[in-house]
């Protein structure tokens, strides 16, 4: 009785969630620019509602009872974790007050147009002070969340649950160990010839070539969409609905190709979730209030970064699927084989911009993020040494010079949008993918075959059992034990970075 | 302090239906097909909320004490309004048992799969319990809306406050007298050559000349947006966001160019209401639960109705903006002339479908299918008895046979959707727009001036001023008394028809 009153409740929950999903995904994609400021009203407004559903008392009461009714059900039964994911939300939502939740909301607003500014005039003064407060912010909310070894755990909880400084830190040692020689490797190559990917690379036609490798890759455009955006994104409203955005350049056929690679790993996650879980806490993001399929966002990303560099960029896709490329784009790639196109599109360079970075260097940028997080949230750090720290962090972990706190310091939205504690989801995801792909390709010849041959339909089913369908039920380590036989290791990640950036 | 509480409430509510209004748009223009069930979920649930929220004890309470507050204001201060819709609309959704709300959404969603089914096999039998319940409902419903003369009238009052089966009897009777001798004078007419109107029309160039027009009669797509659709409809998610869609037949220029028209002037009212009642009743239906921003169904057809027809249609249009569509079209209309375009789209003839008929025999249309539902409310025709009763008045009023009930009473998707009592908004609209038509352009030479030489901004000034910027905060028959110093009155629209069709 509390159960079923419960699961509604919290399906109530969900439908707000998943129409905040739809009201931002069209605020990014089909919203006139003059609806900015009633939309922030309505996204605020079904954000309040969703969450003083869940902190209800009327909520807290029928969980109560829901607990005691669930205590008869045998072990194995999701209604013991279904719960526990529901109690630990209901509490957080309970906990944090709601002026320290406005506070958060306003500053965001504010700190986000301090940041703008500062960027087009290069002056980190400017939005220097926005960002103490956000980090005054945050540490309240970490507080309020709870922490017991480092203030900065409490946000990594939120988005990647059983992670820590601690564990970080052994986890960012490893790779940093095993990245920089291959770092080394890969720059003492020869440059191969990048020249003819900013070739003219029309719009329609890289949208076409895009929706036809996500069909190959298994996405299904019956529960989805491609659309066009300035920051790409997934998003779901249900597994029935499920779409994904790129941007173009007509002079860079990569943005769009690796964008929708990317994404469509995103995409057929959110597709896959058991349907038995619509509407319920296994694919809602209780905590940071959407609706969301994923067990974590490191699991998330692991599945965009495998189809998009462990399926998409490898030279066996290469050689499969160039001749795709080449009848879309017959005057761009008349004179590329397929072997220049993979070393084309592996091409290692040491760069500034975090978002602009290659697969072998995109960790360091990662890894000096997560340290200064850290920094600002335990104190070690103060806000106005930021940008100096981070032209010596770069001088040191890449070796370049930042000419300017825009290409520094200032580059990412995150902080201006009070998000810390995220990035670290960037670099899990990288190895939980490697992690994972590796196994399939091990111990499935069917996956294998399907590789090897352009059939991407047994990798789909292999990750399909072991992660998609268990949307949010399993946590992150549980499906990544049962699936490899042991929790998040980067050995497979430095072996694939290795073979493909250092030639081993 | 309670009014200020209350109009925090009332914005909550608006926020979810804007919400509401932005999920139909999207399942009606984006969703793909796999989104459906989960969807109706979605909006079944942001319904609920908003219904909710308003009948709330909360809600109520403050209510009283926000009357207190305005009773010290002075008379002419629009809170008293505000408030005075604010207590109908909380009263009707305390009145209406959820039992009774959940039944009429249960039934529709079955009535609705057993209309298609019924049109599909041409088999009225099939339909007709779904519709026998249906107007049980519907009475059960007017019923707890409560009504004095007849039930319908409880009906027709939520779409067009004001009429009842008696104020529509006795319009219908000047209007069936005055169309007769027209319709009679215009079908003795030589018939026009239509031909041309069913050339090559691509849709991509239907669609920028739409756009054209469109921005030519003021609509601002900064805050808009035009899409495709299957069933045409303007929506908007406040005034700052409103969308207007249509569909395209590229062997017809006819359904997108005058559909586009007739959007746009539906779209020309949301998008000039006063910035002041965003979030507000003024800018809300609370009693039908969806953010708009006419101050009733008939008021916004009219808008819709002047600009598709006495505008659009005109021959002072035709003869200044031809150009535009040859320019567009060379192809298919090289050969014709303003003047013979003109008499293309106000051809008249019978015919036995609503959606298809032309402006002339529109509301015989209309008028027929008002008197099935009050009959049906009232029960003096039983459900069994409409498709026979149905040829017999098309016979009567159009001199047609009605060959199957898929092209007689099977026609049409309200019923089936448990919408009962919005068709007479349609022929209200068509008088209106000809009584604030007529108005304009006889006592401002501005406006006579600019349709003169097609600038339509002066109209669209005189229409803000008169019309749209008010909202809901001002009855449809206070708008009309004020702006043409009568109330409802048909004699400027058959007047305009006589001209028009009779070539008075």
Redesign the interface.
């Known amino acids: 009785m509390s159960l079923t009153a419960l699961r509604q409740r919290i399906?109530?929950v969900s439908?707000?969630l998943?129409?905040l999903n739809?009201?931002v995904w069209?605020s990014r994609t089909?919203?006139?620019?003059?609806?900015?400021?009633?939309?922030g009203?309505?996204i605020a407004?079904?954000t309040r509602?969703a969450r003083d559903t869940l902190a209800a008392d009327q909520t807290f009461d029928l969980l109560a009872g829901a607990e005691e009714e669930a205590a008869s059900l045998p072990p194995g039964d999701l209604a013991h974790e279904e719960l526990r994911q529901i109690r630990h939300a209901v509490e957080v939502h309970r906990r944090v007050p709601a002026e320290l939740v406005e506070r958060r909301a306003s500053v965001r607003a504010q700190a986000n147009a301090a940041w703008i500014e500062a960027r087009a005039t290069d002056d980190f003064a400017l939005f220097s002070p926005w960002l103490a407060e956000t980090v005054r912010n945050t540490r309240d909310y970490a507080d309020a969340l709870g922490w017991s070894a480092h203030p900065y755990d409490a946000m990594i909880g939120l988005y990647e649950p059983g992670e820590t400084v601690s564990s970080l830190t052994d986890l960012f040692g490893a790779l940093r160990a095993g990245i920089a020689p291959v770092l080394e490797a890969a720059l003492a190559r020869p440059r191969p010839d990048t020249s003819f990917l900013t070739r003219a690379y029309p719009q329609p036609l890289q949208a076409e070539v895009g929706r036809t490798f996500a069909e190959r890759f298994g996405y299904?455009?019956?529960?989805?969409?491609l659309d066009t955006t300035v920051h790409p994104f997934e998003i779901s409203?249900?597994r029935?609905?499920v779409r994904i955005t790129t941007r173009y350049r007509e002079n860079d056929i990569r943005p769009a190709l690796f964008g929708v690679f990317h994404e469509t790993g995103h995409g057929l996650y959110e597709q896959n979730v058991d349907p038995a879980f619509?509407?319920s806490v296994f694919a809602s993001d209780l905590l940071g209030l959407y609706a969301v399929g994923g067990t974590s966002f490191g699991a998330h990303e692991s599945q965009s970064r495998l189809w998009e560099n462990h399926v998409g960029r490898s030279r066996r896709f290469c050689e499969l699927n160039f001749g795709t490329l080449q009848a879309t784009f017959p005057e761009s790639l008349a004179d590329v084989t397929p072997d220049a196109f993979y070393r084309g599109v592996t091409d290692v360079r040491r760069s500034l911009i975090r978002t602009e970075a290659d697969e072998l260097t995109y960790d360091v940028h990662i890894m000096l993020r997560v340290e200064f997080e850290a920094a600002l949230m335990d104190g070690s750090i103060a806000v106005v040494d930021v940008p100096g720290a981070w032209r010596e962090a770069m001088k040191r972990h890449l070796g370049l010079d930042v000419p300017n706190d825009r290409e520094g310091a200032l580059q990412d939205i995150h902080w201006s949008s009070g998000m810390i504690g995220s990035f670290c989801t960037y670099t899990i995801g990288n190895v939980m993918a490697a992690q994972l792909h590796a196994t399939a390709m091990a111990e499935d010849a069917g996956v294998r075959d399907g590789v090897a041959t352009g059939d991407y339909a047994p990798l789909a089913a292999w990750l399909r059992e072991r992660v998609w369908r268990h949307g949010r039920s399993v946590p992150r380590e549980e499906i990544l034990r049962r699936a490899t036989g042991r929790g998040l290791d980067p050995a497979d990640y430095l072996a694939h970075l290795r073979t493909r950036y250092a030639g081993d």
Not at 30 to 39: H, W, Y
Not at 220 to 225: A, E, L, N, Q
């Open positions: 399906a109530t439908d707000l998943c129409t739809l009201i069209d089909m919203m006139p620019a003059g609806g900015t400021q009633t939309r009203n309505q407004t079904l509602l299904d455009f019956s529960r989805g969409r409203f249900t029935e609905d619509t509407r």
